[in-house]
């Protein structure tokens, strides 16, 4: 079974408006990352967020941890057109690699 | 820098037929991974070589054997492979325990017949 699901599975959104997505997972981690992949596309690395950490910023992106609820959270500020992808969260069980994608969110922003 | 290569870009086989799938990395990475993504289903690790000379399974290994030839190579191979193999498959790579983040390949398109 996949380690983290993410919500929502789609998600539809007006350029300049924030996007939101969540990932749950079942196990202790190290970090939890987040891909993003354009239609045919490989995944692209966007953000990494150590278990130790709450929150990261990367540009537009804003990532919260949170450990206890074994969930994270991806915001995008003022989406363009360009953000147009699939989002996956990863994460790897405490001391192993084995780096498991969640099922993603496929958002659409509309010019 | 080519970073993850993988060939063939694309590849129709018949049921029984047998192929590798290649993948190579310029990237003095340790980690190396396959992954295949079908629809809906997100991506699902098949194999992975945390170091060169080790390798382990994943979440659907079965119907699939891997080498890592060496520090740079990566192969997957279906002996004989089925249509639930139709997939998209991807290699992925990453530097070490301190900097975790994958590094993918452009994917291979396999249609099994």
């Known amino acids: 079974s996949q380690q983290g699901e993410e919500d929502p599975q789609a998600l539809s959104i007006q350029e300049g408006e924030n996007a939101t997505m969540n990932c749950s997972y079942k196990?202790?981690?190290?970090?939890l990352q987040w891909y993003r992949q354009n239609s045919g596309r490989g995944l692209v690395h966007l953000i990494l967020?150590?278990?130790?950490?709450r929150e990261k910023h990367s540009g537009r992106l804003r990532v919260t941890l949170d450990t206890s609820k074994k969930s994270s959270s991806l915001l995008i500020t003022a989406s363009r057109a360009a953000d147009t992808a699939s989002y996956f969260c990863?994460?790897?069980?405490?001391?192993?690699?084995?780096?498991?994608f969640g099922t993603g969110t496929r958002l659409k922003v509309l010019a | 820098n080519a970073g993850v290569t993988q060939t063939p870009k694309f590849q129709v086989l018949k049921t029984g037929q047998s192929m590798t799938l290649q993948c190579a990395q310029d990237?003095?990475?340790?980690?190396m991974y396959w992954y295949r993504q079908d629809p809906g289903m997100g991506l699902r690790l098949i194999y992975y070589?945390?170091?060169?000379?080790?390798?382990d399974k994943g979440e659907v290994p079965n119907g699939y054997n891997v080498s890592r030839l060496n520090k740079r190579e990566f192969s997957l191979r279906l002996e004989s492979a089925a249509p639930s193999q139709t997939s998209v498959y991807f290699c992925?790579?990453?530097?070490?325990?301190?900097?975790?983040?994958?590094?993918f390949g452009s994917g291979t398109q396999l249609s099994v017949l």
């Open positions: 992925a790579s990453s530097v070490d325990r301190v900097d975790e983040k994958l590094f």
């Open positions: 196990t202790s981690i190290n970090n």
């Open positions: 967020i150590r278990s130790n950490e």
């Open positions: 990863a994460t790897a069980s405490s001391g192993t690699y084995k780096y498991i």
């Open positions: 990237m003095n990475h340790n980690s």
């Open positions: 070589s945390a170091s060169e000379g080790t390798t």
